[in-house]
């Protein structure tokens, strides 16, 4: 009782950070829609969709790494952590000069170049965010990690409002670009203090007897890329089949095209913080202890998180195509109507990405991740020739359409790898 008391408790502390953090965004998105007009909201959201992609990019999978080697190690983990901290320092430092040898060959013709280059201070806070929140996983402190999650979205929130409607200042989607510079250079200097206490092995580990680790050797920065790689890139195939649409039909289809497409995506991104709190917050770290220790508690937990997240999905499915018309033009503007059909086709893909999430989770397990990557790698390939086929035709309709059918695609390569490797033993019998 007092355990399920305790879960609840963690579950519902992760679930109001993130619909903050959610909603922080949300709010966002609807007040630049609204201020600055379906192009120049166009030119923001696609610029941020490229630097999502360099931020993927930094540091490569080193918080989900983290979450492994501690989870496998225990206390042992410890050991990864300076080479680790290296490993993101360098990545960091080449996709800022990356970043800016792309601006200079990319011709100017709005303010994407002016966006990339003062949001490279968004990824820099972003990549501390993440680190910071996988070491309060490890320590299962959930309250402080809701709060440190939720703080950025929050405080763009109140800067915003205060921007557009209490000092009524005229901002475009450079002075945006500032603002979320600013907040990332506050958590930048915010993590610091975290990633030293990790270097001293100040970390409140949780379910592992500190006494019964065995001290190894310590790894190079180049057993940290071996071990991490297979994180990043799913990380970044995933981006693929999910957010470089908005990039291509920016370039294809226009900027308005891709304001359209991101009131869609914003919304449906915001639906998927349900299973990324169940499992990606809160059971992952656990998966990986039941991987090694209680394969049986990973099978259960699987079979009831599947039939949940099935069924969660479809009443948001649901609810979505029967109330898209009314509150797409009623929050972001009659202007904003083109986006209603597009966010349909993306929700018959809701219970499908629930689904995926319960399924793919158990693949990220032990030495399973390799083949998850595989996985996303053929689904990241297929959703870009089909983008290309039909985006030139059908604009952001087809990039929806190609997003349905790519979740699709993952669901049953999923499905079917984590019965054959994941659960061979427990399925036979």
């Not at 792309?102 to 013709?109: C, L």
């Amino acid at each position: 009782m007092i355990k399920s008391k305790k879960t609840f408790k963690s579950l519902t502390l992760l679930s109001l950070g993130s619909l903050v953090s959610s909603g922080s965004a949300f709010l966002i998105y609807i007040i630049l829609a609204r201020q600055i007009g379906p192009e120049s909201f166009g030119v923001f959201s696609s610029s941020m969709a490229i630097i999502k992609t360099f931020l993927l990019l930094a540091g490569f999978g080193i918080p989900q790494f983290w979450l492994k080697a501690f989870g496998k190690e225990g206390w042992n983990g410890i050991r990864w952590v300076k080479p680790s901290l290296y490993f993101v320092f360098f990545s960091l430092m080449l996709i800022v000069i990356t970043i800016f040898l792309f601006t200079v060959f990319v011709p100017k013709v709005d303010a994407t170049n002016f966006l990339l280059q003062i949001l490279i201070f968004f990824i820099f806070g972003n990549i501390s965010v993440q680190l910071v929140s996988s070491k309060l996983q490890l320590e299962e402190r959930y309250e402080v990690l809701a709060l440190w999650q939720l703080a950025p979205n929050l405080l763009r929130l109140v800067i915003v409002i205060l921007c557009f409607y209490v000092l009524n200042f005229s901002i475009n989607e450079k002075g945006i670009g500032i603002i979320y510079a600013i907040i990332g250079v506050i958590f930048v200097m915010l993590g610091i203090k975290q990633f030293i206490l990790m270097l001293r092995g100040q970390i409140s580990l949780k379910g592992h007897d500190k006494h019964g680790s065995k001290v190894r050797n310590l790894p190079t920065i180049s057993d940290v890329v071996k071990e991490a790689w297979p994180f990043g890139a799913a990380n970044l195939f995933a981006f693929i089949y999910m957010q470089s649409d908005i990039i291509m039909v920016k370039y294809i289809s226009g900027n308005q095209a891709a304001g359209f497409y991101n009131i869609s995506f914003v919304i449906f991104s915001a639906l998927l913080l349900i299973p990324t709190i169940l499992f990606s917050k809160y059971l992952l770290p656990k998966y990986h202890r039941w991987a090694s220790h209680d394969k049986t508690k990973l099978y259960n937990t699987y079979k009831k998180g599947n039939l949940t997240m099935i069924l969660i999905g479809s009443i948001c499915m649901i609810l979505i195509l029967m109330l898209a018309s009314y509150f797409i033009p009623l929050i972001f503007g009659e202007e904003y109507i083109p986006a209603v059909n597009i966010f349909k086709i993306l929700s018959l893909s809701l219970p499908i990405s629930f689904l995926s999430y319960s399924v793919g989770a158990t693949l990220v397990t032990n030495e399973h991740m390799k083949m998850k990557v595989k996985l996303m790698f053929v689904v990241a390939v297929f959703n870009i020739i089909f983008n290309l086929l039909v985006i030139p035709e059908y604009g952001a309709m087809g990039a929806a359409i190609s997003t349905v059918i790519s979740n699709v695609l993952l669901l049953i390569l999923y499905f079917y790898n984590a019965q054959k490797l994941v659960f061979k033993k427990a399925y036979n019998e």
